[in-house]
């Protein structure tokens, strides 16, 4: 069974540029996540997809980050404009329902100089 | 207070040793428990879950204490191919039933 699959794995911008991540899940996962995880910490949760619906994205910077679900399927996070401290792994996670099992892809590593 | 704390180490320990990890959470309304490991450079997996009732899967125990709010990992017989992050996470079941993840406890088993 495929995994979680994410890309781009590695992506170096300069400060205020943009950038976009894309996942697409385990099939037929209903809940998707994207987490934040800054090296020496562990994951914070940015935002949760139920379906094709938002759950809860309260730790999103959402004067810069963005992210949708738009068929229940695929997401995609962007940041615009990036900031130095958004340097970090940015991991996606699915799982069958929001008390199930995380299953990560290997995430995108963002360097922001 | 930080909704999930872990103490960073990292621990150092000769293979063949137990080792033990804790793992303190700040809301009383938690229901669910996980360890999850983290090799360097990896994406985080699934140890286990922690149950109330504790639970054993080979050389790893899990143990949940509701009171005094905090969850524990015992590692026996350490193997090399322990070395790792391990980071506790528990589900706040609000209406989004959020993960939240600890900082993670680093171990390093020599040989």
């Known amino acids: 069974e495929a995994g979680v699959a994410q890309s781009p794995r590695y992506k170096i911008i300069e400060k205020r540029q943009s950038v976009a991540f894309w996942c697409n899940p385990i099939?037929?996962?209903?809940?998707l996540y994207w987490y934040q995880q800054i090296l020496g910490q562990g994951p914070k949760l940015l935002i949760q997809f139920q379906n094709n619906g938002v759950v809860d994205d309260s730790q999103l910077p959402k004067d810069r980050f963005s992210a949708e679900r738009l068929k229940g399927v695929d997401s995609t996070l962007k940041i615009q404009p990036a900031k130095l401290e958004d340097s970090a792994v940015y991991l996606c996670a699915s799982s069958l329902d929001p008390t199930g099992e995380l299953f990560f892809g290997e995430g995108s590593r963002l360097t922001v100089l | 207070r930080k909704e999930v704390e872990q103490d960073p180490g990292p621990f150092n320990v000769p293979e063949g040793a137990t080792v033990a990890f804790n793992c303190t959470y700040s809301?009383?309304?938690?229901?669910?428990f996980f360890w999850y490991r983290q090799d360097c450079r990896k994406e985080p997996k699934l140890l286990m879950s922690v149950y109330s009732s504790g639970n054993e899967d080979g050389r790893f125990t899990a143990q949940l204490n509701r009171a005094s709010q905090y969850i524990s990992l015992l590692i026996r017989d350490s193997k090399l191919s322990d070395s790792a992050t391990y980071l506790c996470v528990v589900n706040k079941e609000d209406s989004s039933y959020k993960l939240i993840f600890g900082s993670g406890t680093r171990l390093l088993v020599r040989p």
């Open positions: 099939s037929g996962h209903a809940t």
């Open positions: 809301n009383s309304a938690s229901q669910s």
